[in-house]
């Protein structure tokens, strides 16, 4: 059963089909391009799980593809723009900017409900989630009208971009939350420590044991 659309928040999730060699390529080797995909599939499908257990307004996929099996009700799908990451991610909170949105991606199936229930809390202007690369798990504005100046020119992919995006925030003069450090599944040894870290039932830890014991 489809939880009702209720509370203060738009929960975005921008994410890419998960289609063999063109999803979690640094995962190959040790995985084949079709383990890769199914390891982003049940990363997918987790992410979008937590969101649609959690409070909000509008929940919509930010998707670069065709939605599959793994898609739930619930959901809003609308495509992603061209253009770099920046871009894509200023466009997706352009389309929601009738109340606060918060937006992650997908390589965080360890995130939960309940860590997404009062992200937009607390009287904040901005919410930003850390990743352990140096990257961003999560980031979520009041007035995501204003995204484009906040995000628009951030060098995405580095190891530095977590600590620019969020210096983007504050030269702003947003009052801005920090949410908890969470790491990426990008590499083999990520997915390991991120599998450890997954709440019961977890598709994620469930499949990347499933390839452990086919190795075996």
């Given at each position: ?22 999803v ?85 199936p ?5 860590l ?43 190891d ?12 702003a003069?947003l ?11 990008d ?10 870290c ?19």
């Amino acid at each position: 059963m489809t939880p009702p659309a209720t509370g203060p928040v738009a929960l975005l999730v921008i994410a890419k089909e998960p289609v063999p060699g063109r999803v979690k390529t640094r995962l190959t080797p040790p995985y084949t391009p079709h383990e890769a995909a199914a390891l982003a599939e049940a990363a997918l499908a987790d992410t979008l799980r937590a969101v649609l257990r959690a409070p909000a307004r509008r929940r919509v996929l930010v998707l670069d593809g065709a939605p599959g099996p793994w898609l739930p009700p619930g959901f809003e799908i609308v495509p992603q723009t061209s253009g770099g990451l920046d871009e894509r991610i200023a466009a997706a909170f352009a389309r929601c900017a009738d109340g606060p949105a918060f937006l992650v991606g997908m390589d965080t199936p360890q995130l939960t409900a309940d860590l997404l229930a009062d992200v937009t809390s607390g009287g904040y202007d901005a919410w930003f989630g850390p990743a352990a690369d140096g990257g961003f798990w999560a980031l979520g504005l009041a007035e995501p009208g204003r995204a484009g100046s906040l995000v628009r020119g951030v060098p995405m992919s580095t190891d530095r971009t977590g600590a620019l995006q969020r210096a983007r925030l504050t030269a702003a003069g947003l009052k801005v939350r920090d949410l908890p450090v969470l790491h990426d599944v990008d590499t083999a040894a990520d997915a390991v420590r991120v599998a450890s870290c997954c709440p019961p039932g977890s598709r994620f830890a469930a499949a990347l044991d499933r390839l452990a014991g086919a190795a075996r």
